[in-house]
């Protein structure tokens, strides 16, 4: 009976686990199969005729899909970059400052978490165009710099660190920027490590907004690439179009792989699940 309770719970994730990775797997095998293979139901890996190398290199060649995934690098390091130099502070001031309101702009922060950015995507794009900045970098990540999740994410590690170690660097005369920058943050790498995934994940798959503000192939990134790319193949090479999918996809696989022992570090001890 203790055996039994030892193995079913991991029966049970591997199960879940192969259910949530049967979607990657059949993009992958349907990337190396051939026009005439692509609608056939087998989830056997080794199709009897390989196209991986014509379908690989028609989705390297018929769109610049070097370009997608540079654009993708820009806007998702751009948005990253920034997003951790308004959040950082913000969270330090109201997990260790004390100052009227403080509960109140807490409050707000985890309020505006409820916003989408579809409910905003309208006053954004004409305050974009009458500024002349659609069809630009800018354009593509200025909604999202400043990020109320990472705030949130911050204030819950940031509350974790112990309040004696502030005061004595304050005593030391440690201005409040050193302290945030060069004490709290150093002591919740992993909850940097967190959001990175989150964001870096959340805007290289993001389609909404750059299809709103950005018409340019030039500076698409890669899910709206990979639209153009549909268009260009009229929908009919999916085995091309998977190779393409599978492309822009493995850099976020690497990204959590990489980053999986400090993602889930930063999960559990900023309580949010």
Known sequence: MATLRRYVPHVVLTLGAGFMLLP?????????????????????????????????????????????MLNGVIVCLGILVVQVLTAVPAAYALAKLKFPGRKLLLALVIAALCVPIQSLALPLFVGLAKAKLLNSYFGMMMPFFLSVFAIFLFHQSFRRYPDEIVEAARMDGFSEMEICWGLVLRGSLPALAAFSVFSLVAHWNDLFWPMVVVSDINLAPPPLGMLFFSDAESGANYGALMAGAAITTTPMLLCFLLARRQFIAGITMTGVK
């Open 24 to 68: 990657f797997y059949w993009m992958f095998l349907t990337s190396i199969r051939s026009p005439a293979e692509i609608f056939d139901i087998s989830l056997w890996p080794i199709p009897r005729n390989f196209d991986a190398v014509e379908n690989y290199g028609r989705a390297a060649s018929q769109v610049p899909m070097a370009r997608f």
